[in-house]
Every structure is written in C-alpha cells, then in structure tokens.
C-alpha cells in the first residue's frame, strides 16, 4: 500500500509555483546560490540568489558567505553598463539587464543586455576527475563574449576586476602585490605577513590570488584603488597599464586588480574575452607520518609545472579544449541522470561542483626534494560543519560522486587513513574518524580523541573498500591494508547487532543506542569483509564472515521492527520512533541481497504516507531532513512513486528561493528553510542512482 491519494495530494504541492523575484530565465532553476569559481575549499566563489539576485545586483561571496570582490563593466559606443558585482565608487554606468541563467555540471552562464548588445558571460570550473594534474589545478575561468542585439555594429570593451578580499578573512591585514606581462598578463596578490596552514574566518592565511588574461591587441591592466580604477575604464574604455606600489589594508581604499580587452566592432558573437581566476598556495597539507613526524605536501600540478606563471600559461591557453571536455562531461551526467528523472538529473548537475570544490589532489616529496608522483593523497576539508580532515562519515556520503567519476579519487581520499592506523600510532581499534581536527592539518589523533563514530566510521571503511575494489579491479587496497580491515570487522562484530550509546554521521542529533539503522551499517560492513576475504582467497574467512552477517540480519529483524508491524523504529524497543532506513544503501550498492526484499517494501510502504511539505523527515526525533539521506533512500525504495516523492521533495528545497548560500544538505522539512550546513561536499551523495547497476 502506498497511500496513492496522499501521494497524489504531495506531488500537486512539488509542482506548486515558488514564488521568488527571479525576472529572469533561470535553467534549470535559480538555486539558491549559483557556482561562479569553485575547485577548492579556498577557491569557491558563488552568487548568492536568495529570491533571486541577478550577475549584478550582488556581490560574489566566498562559501561562508563573506564578500569576495569581483567586479565587471561592458562599455557599448561610449555608454557604460555594469554586468558583476555591486560596485557603487563610480559613477557613470547603468545597470545591465540579465535576460538568462542556464548551468550545467561545470559551468554556469548569463546573458545579459548592455543596451544594444548581449553580453554572454560563462563561469566554468572544471571538473577533470580523468586527470589528477588538471583536477589539481586550482583555477577557474570565466569568459566574456558580445553580440549586437539590434542587428547593426558597435564598439564593445569589457572590464573585469578582483579585489584582495580573496586572500583573506580579515580585510584590515595588508596586502602586497605585483602585476607581470608577457603573453600572459596576470596579476598577483597576497598577504604581506603569512602563516603557512592558518585560517581566519575559513579564507587560508597562505598563498596568493591570481588575475590573468592573455596579452592580445587591446587587452590592459591596472591596479589601484577601486572607485579610481573603474573610473579610467568608464571614462576612457581601457586600464593605464600602471601599478599602484602603495601596499595597505584590504580595506584601506580597497585595492583592485583589473583587466580589460577592447573587443572591437562587435556584429555576431564576437571571440571571447577569457579570463583566469586562481588561488595557489605551497605547501597545501601538513601530514602526519610515522613516530608523528611531519610532511608538507604539495598540489599534485606541481609535478607537470615548475612554475604558478606557467601553470596559468598552460590553463589560459587550453581554454577551447576544457569548453569542450566539460561538454561532454556536462551532456554524460545529464543524460545519464536523465534516466531516472529530469528533476534527479538538476540535483545532480548542481552538486557535482561543489563536491569537487572540497578536495585537494596532493603529492609528496622526495629526501633530494624531487615531487614523488608515486606518492599521491588527497585531503577534503569538512566545509561548514567543522572543518576536519577526511572525515569519513563525510566522505562517505560523497562516495557516489568519486565513484561514478574516477573512483582512484575515492581511494586517495582514504589511503590517509589507512596509511595513518597502520602505523600503528591511533590507539582505538575502531576505524579514525578524521584525519585531523581543522583543516588544511591531517594531524592525526595519536591520543584517540577524536570525534567517536565507532560502527559508523568502520561500516563505512568496509563498503568503500569493497566498492572500490570492485569498481576497478585494483586489489592493492585491500591486499596492503588486509589486517587492518579484518581488525575493524572484529570490532563491528562487537558492537553492531546490538549497537551501544554512540553518534552516527547524523551526530547533530546526539548520541543513541540500540540504533536500527547504524546496525544496519555494521552488519553490512561485516559482509562486505566477507566478500573482501573471497577475494583474497580466504574462503574459511569469507564463509565465517558471511554467516555473522546473515545471522545478524535475522536476529535484527527481530530487534528492529515496531510492534505494529509497519515500519522499523529508530531504536530498538523504541516502537513508535522511526526514521529513513538510508543505510541498506550499502547493501544495494555492493549486491549483497542480505536484507530481504519485505523491508524494503515495507519501510516504502511508511515513507509514501509520512512526508511533509518538503519531503520526509530524517527521524522522529526532529522534522528537518537531509538531502543526500532522501536521495539515498529514494534510490531504495520499490515504488516509483516514492522515489519521486523523495527527489522532488529535494528538489523543491534546492530551488525554492529561501536561502542564499551554496547547496545546504540539512533542511526543515514543514517549510524549507535551510538549516546549518551549506556547500558540503556530501552533495556527491546525490549521484547514488548513477552507481548502481
């Protein structure tokens, strides 16, 4: 039974029209904010929309919502118009008029009216999951073309500028600066006093901004004060070709670093102007190895280049070629998400930026100093929640996205951890649950107080190793860290039918005992070690693990099922709790079929008549939800109608207009209102359907 009327009655409410200032067309919504430059939990840059803001109606904002400066001007036949930003020092220019918003996957892309010509302006972060250099790279690009609108000639020059707010969060620390010109023109800025791996406000102490564009006929610079800056291109078209040597404050007359291209007479689209965008620092990571020492790693593009200056050279100059890769990167994703549904397939291109947004690909050094390219690791950085290490329970729900794309990334993110308790320095024989308290610092925790997830976090290891294997055929993973797996299975043995008090990934909803779904976690970890030990040839191992597993799930049954018979409770005993069974994710994932087919039906059967306004709620305890638990339980469910139930209650949430900030994976599910968390890279948790075969 699925309470057909009921469901009918929700989908008129998913198909209600959300009322927000949007004058624009918007494709294939207006989310909540939109991705401008996101490759790095430092280089993420989105316009926050809210009702809906349009390219010139706010500033840009770093993921936490600070002010990042970045500025834009179109000059039409001697008439000036502002197309980025909120710049209000000059005087002299009107407003262009958006007319479009349109994103994909990697790109997002504006069409704007400066009186007789459209300025189309695409903001493109590339996704490169096949090419751990590219991916490394931490640039963005975005780049300006014209067309008349009106049919006739005219004379076009494009401005842009950033200011040094993206170097900081503290905008009244001094900066310095340089400008360089070659074919290149690329501007330069940092903090005069640095501190290697310091965070204020989230913005990295470290490193430095970078501004370029290729040094064509008409292209010029400038640095300077903002309101005098933008004035010389208002009033004259084109930048002095000057620096302003008057180091200061971020906020001491604000600084701006500014390009502009003459596009000439403009009839058709004209050749886009293109620009770089960048944030680069060296080292990236400090590591912890064995007997605590430390090592600080580098972005993995250094092992292709010696220099920032020919790493913006190379990225600048395979512009054409990214366009087109990230087409057809673009079209794939869409299409295959189209498979379950237009609504899945929008959630899907707004998350995967921002799942990527959160990593860095790092290498090594060598004694003699050399880059060891055979040495590659990469770090995640727990955006908005806490800002830890590689926590796994984050980069757990991230896992479809790695997945689907490259899943060699997925196991760069977790050879930290295994790498780390093999040496023997973590003391609980439960898996880590991050590897460090604060980002960009994977100190380990030699004194085992981390955050204890104990079944969760080791659930977790077991799934993705066998998925990884699986995935790709490489058995080094599980042939290198065989024992350590085998230790965390005893553990789970323990401590996963019956679950004591302790915290799942939902931690912000406290601890719990006797948990019906984290015991699913543990008891499908154990089975995954079945099937890890088969592969490795350990029959005996294999046929022992598997019995715990199948008993396991008969005892829980038992233990988990509400007296009523109709649903499974939160905790056992507990029979009028109840919550989304997203855990038996695991167990479809890997093929297991250790569940029988009854759950499933039965807990679709609960989930069809217990929805809110925006969707299904995480658990009794609280009516908020999380997206990427919808999504992975919509991907459970035996109902087509529950599952559209479920994506469309995400959906809505993503575009109902309410908040301004990056992708929240944590709703209220009576209203829609965002709650703490915002551009998590869990969001990579929304490809669940596209791993599954």
């Known amino acids: 039974m699925y309470a057909p009327a009921l469901l009918a009655t929700w989908g008129s409410m998913l198909l209600a029209p959300v009322l927000a200032a949007v004058t624009w067309d918007a494709k294939p919504f207006n989310p909540h904010a939109v991705p401008l430059a996101v490759r790095t939990p430092y280089l993420s840059a989105w316009l926050p929309q809210g009702s809906g803001n349009a390219l010139n109606a706010a500033w840009p904002s770093f993921w936490t919502g600070s002010d990042l400066g970045w500025a834009g001007y179109v000059k039409v036949d001697g008439t000036t118009y502002n197309w980025m930003g909120a710049p209000d020092t000059a005087s002299g220019a009107s407003k262009a008029v958006q007319k479009s918003l349109k994103w994909t996957s990697t790109q997002s892309t504006f069409v704007l009216t400066a009186g007789p010509i459209d300025l189309t302006v695409n903001f493109l972060s590339p996704v490169e999951p096949s090419d751990l250099v590219k991916q490394s790279l931490p640039f963005s690009y975005y780049a300006v073309s014209a067309a008349s609108n009106d049919g006739q000639s005219h004379s076009v020059q494009v401005y842009t500028d950033i200011s040094a707010e993206w170097v900081t969060g503290d905008n009244g620390l001094k900066a310095n600066w340089t400008t360089t010109t070659g074919d290149v023109i ?78 000439g007479s403009v009839t058709g689209p004209s050749e886009p102007a293109v620009f770089v965008i960048g944030h680069v620092r060296d ?42 890769r990230a087409s057809e990167f673009d079209a794939k994703v869409r299409s295959d998400a189209e498979k379950v549904s237009s609504d899945y397939a929008d959630i899907v291109e707004l998350s995967i930026r921002q799942a990527f947004g959160a990593i860095e690909i790092t290498v090594s050094k060598t004694a003699s100093g050399e880059f060891n390219a055979n040495d590659i690791l990469t770090f995640m950085k727990e955006i908005s929640s806490n800002g830890n290490m590689n926590t ?15 899943p060699v990334i997925g196991k760069l993110l977790l050879l930290p951890h295994y790498e780390y308790q093999a040496t023997g320095q973590y003391p609980n024989k439960w898996a880590l649950h991050d590897m460090g308290a604060h980002y960009p610092q994977a100190l380990g925790h030699n004194d085992g107080k981390d955050e204890a997830m104990q079944v969760e976090e080791t659930g977790n290891h077991l799934i993705m190793a066998l998925s990884y294997t699986r995935k790709t055929g490489d058995m080094s993973l599980i042939q290198t860290y065989s024992g350590l ?53 350990d029959e005996e191992k294999a046929n022992n ?8 799930v008969s005892q829980w049954q038992e233990l988990a099922m509400a007296a009523n018979g109709q649903h499974l409770t939160l905790a056992y005993n507990d029979h009028d709790s109840w919550g989304l069974a997203y855990n038996l994710y695991g167990d479809k994932l890997l093929k297991l079929n250790l569940f029988p087919e009854s759950v499933y039906e039965l807990q679709t059967a609960w989930y069809s008549s217990h929805a809110n306004t925006y969707g299904v709620p995480l658990d009794t305890r609280h009516t908020y939800t999380k997206t990427d638990w919808e999504i992975w339980t919509a991907a459970l469910v035996t109902s087509t109608s529950v599952r559209d139930l479920l994506i469309g209650s995400v959906r809505k949430f993503a575009a109902d207009g309410q908040a301004a900030q990056p992708f929240g994976d944590w709703y209220e599910t009576t209203d829609g209102h965002a709650q703490g968390f915002r551009a998590r890279p869990v969001a990579g948790g929304h490809l669940a359907f596209l791993v599954m075969e």
């Open 283 to 324: 080292p990236v990571i400090q590591y912890i190895i064995a007997n605590a020492a430390l090592q600080d790693r580098s972005a993995f593009f250094w092992t292709k280049y010696s220099t920032v200056s020919s790493a913006i050279s190379a990225f600048i100059n395979d512009y054409a070629n990214a366009v087109v």
């Open 545 to 552: 693990y598997s019995a715990i597993a199948t008993s396991y």
């Open 186 to 263: 690329t501007h330069q800025v940092q903090l005069a006093e640095q501190t290697t791996y310091k965070e204020v406000n989230n913005h990295i102490q470290h490193g430095s901004a970078y501004h370029s564009t290729l040094n064509t006929q008409g292209a010029t610079w400038q640095s300077g004060q903002d309101s005098v800056v933008r004035a010389q291109f208002i009033g004259n078209g084109r930048l002095s070709n000057t620096a302003d040597t008057e180091f200061r404050a971020v906020s001491d007359r604000w600084p701006v670093f500014a390009l502009a291209h003459d596009l």
């Open 485 to 537: 797996l085998d230790q965390w299975t005893q553990y789970l043995i323990e401590d996963s039918l019956i679950p004591g008090l302790q915290l799942s990934t939902d931690d912000f909803a406290g601890r719990l005992a006797n948990q019906t779904n984290l015991a699913i976690k543990g008891i499908v970890g154990i089975k995954a070690m079945s099937e890890i030990a088969s592969l490795l040839g």
């Open 392 to 406: 796994i329970d984050v980069i757990y729900p991230a896992w479809p996205v790695f997945l689907y794309t490259n």
